[in-house]
């Protein structure tokens, strides 16, 4: 029983190793830093086989084709010296150049075809071209006694066929260091490789490290936690500081969630209590049927409300996200400006101030017709709210460096600086904006879909230095 306890964790473990060392061969391969790494290599690899044939060929190959063209001018020389002097001529020649041959390198040979028989040379014996028909061959031949490697030409002359040739032996044992050479200097570039390859790798590592750690930060859920840069302003500092401007956009998004969640709860609450608090007390001290439907009606009406508050909601969060960005067509805004002017003309009426409009005859425009509508009337609805009762509200619109700007001003309070920089921002409302009706999802919507269509939303006093500045909202949208 013993031995059969101590053999099973053997097997275990080893079939537990198993698996976990065919993981690490995956993993690397899918390692960027070694894809890179194994590129270096490669790329370094083929620019040394480049070095090493242009080497080769300004080396062994000019030796070759020097060799070739002394054999041919050598070949045309003779040839030459027969067709002036005839057969002694030639013998007298090739004598000639045996003679001053100090290096031994030269070969010739010199037969008679009928015969076989040898006229002039240095070779013992005539070697046999291979193939049969060549002109051009190597082989190894033997003369004045030594054995040697020889690069030969045959020439044919009338009745006679003459060989000229090279000792290629220095040649040869050049070759041969050459590719020594070669080998070592091989050997040294794999090693370089290998080793400029995992250092390349290692420095990825070294660099992405910063990165690794605050997608880890995040990832466990700490959302303050950034990229830190090198100060060298390279490709990864760019990437850093790419991820810390989308962590900050993301942490303002955050903060904006929350913000929405507390102002959603703080504002609908209040609507939502009162409803309730209305139907209950109906319920307990209604009197007859029409004093309950009074309080139901006002319920409903409450109700109301909240939906278009929650209908805001998701209007700006379409705009935000660019979900809408689909039904982007081609229209004339010219005609939805004039309705909107003519909807609310009728307000302005009611409450004593004039809508005045500047539009032009057409106006093309790429973007969603709805959304526009809707931003148009935001800004007009809070103009007409803010302006006194003899106030006046302007709409207009204008090109400007291929722009389209559409603005609505009137001369009421305006806003400060600071609420301004706010007036953006889901739920809020100025100071001075506490008594009257809204949700403060107005200018949301509006700087969404100005953001939507790739244009601005900008807040400004319409009289700037008078006691009632007034406000003037400039909705900018690119016309292409």
């Known amino acids: 029983m013993d031995g059969t306890g101590g053999g099973a964790p053997s097997a275990n473990s080893s079939s537990t190793a198993r698996p976990a060392m065919g993981l690490v061969q995956p993993r690397l391969l899918r390692s960027a830093g070694f894809r890179f790494a194994v590129l270096f290599a490669a ?36 040839a030459e010296r027969y067709r002036d002097a005839g057969r002694p001529g030639l013998i007298e020649a090739i004598e000639e150049r045996l003679a001053v041959d100090v290096q031994n390198e030269s070969i010739y040979m010199l037969v008679e075809t009928a015969s076989n028989r040898r006229l002039a ?18 082989t190894r ?57 995992w250092l390349l790798r290692m420095v990825l590592q070294y660099r992405m490290r910063p990165a690794f750690a605050t997608i880890s930060a995040i990832a466990g859920g700490d959302l303050t936690s950034r990229v830190v840069l090198s100060g060298r302003g390279d490709e990864f500092d760019q990437l850093a500081q790419t991820m810390n401007r989308m962590l900050d956009r993301i942490g303002t998004l955050m903060e904006g969630v929350r913000g929405v ?11 939502i209590a009162r409803a309730r608090a209305k139907l209950e007390e109906a319920l307990d001290t209604a009197s007859d049927e ?5 309080a139901v009606e006002q319920g409903i009406a409450d109700l109301d409300n909240i939906s278009r508050i929650f209908q805001a909601l998701l209007r700006i969060a379409e705009a935000e996200a ?19 002017a003519e909807i609310y003309e009728a307000m302005a009426e009611a409450r004593g101030q ?64 600071e609420d301004r920089a706010h007036a953006g921002e889901r739920f809020f409302r100025a100071d001075k904006a506490r008594g009257t009706p809204g949700s403060g999802l107005g200018l949301s919507l509006v700087q969404a879909v100005a953001h939507l269509h790739g244009g601005t939303l900008r807040l400004e006093d319409a009289r700037p230095g008078t006691s009632r500045p007034g406000l003037r909202a400039r909705l900018r949208l690119p016309l292409q």
């Open 43 to 78: 790329l370094f690899a083929t620019a040394f086989v480049a070095l090493v044939a242009m080497l080769w060929w300004a080396t062994a190959g000019a030796l070759v084709r020097q060799a070739d063209a002394a054999i041919r001018a050598d070949a045309i020389a003779l």
């Open 121 to 138: 040379g240095n070779l013992d014996r005539r070697p046999e071209p291979q193939p049969p028909d060549a002109t051009w061959w190597r």
């Open 141 to 197: 031949v033997l003369h004045d006694g030594v054995q040697a490697e020889a690069r030969l030409h045959l020439v044919n002359l009338p009745g006679m066929q003459l060989l000229i040739g090279r000792d290629e032996t220095e040649r040869q044992q050049l070759q041969r260091l050459l590719t020594e050479g070669v080998i070592w200097a091989s050997s040294a570039v794999i090693v370089f490789a290998i080793c400029g390859a």
């Open 261 to 271: 969640s507390d102002a959603i709860a703080h504002d609908l609450r209040t609507p």
């Open 290 to 294: 029409d004093s309950l439907r009074a």
């Open 322 to 340: 660019g979900a809408r960005r689909a039904a982007f067509a081609r229209f004339d805004l010219c005609p939805v400006l004039a309705d909107a």
């Open 354 to 417: 004039r809508l005045l409009t500047d539009l032009p005859p057409r106006l093309e425009l790429v973007g969603d017709r709805d959304l526009l509508l809707q931003a148009v009337a935001n800004l007009l609805d809070n103009a007409i709210k803010f302006a006194p009762q003899d106030g006046e509200v302007t709409l207009s619109t204008r090109i400007d460096g291929g722009a389209l700007e559409i603005a609505v001003s009137d001369n009421g309070p305006g806003l400060t600086a």
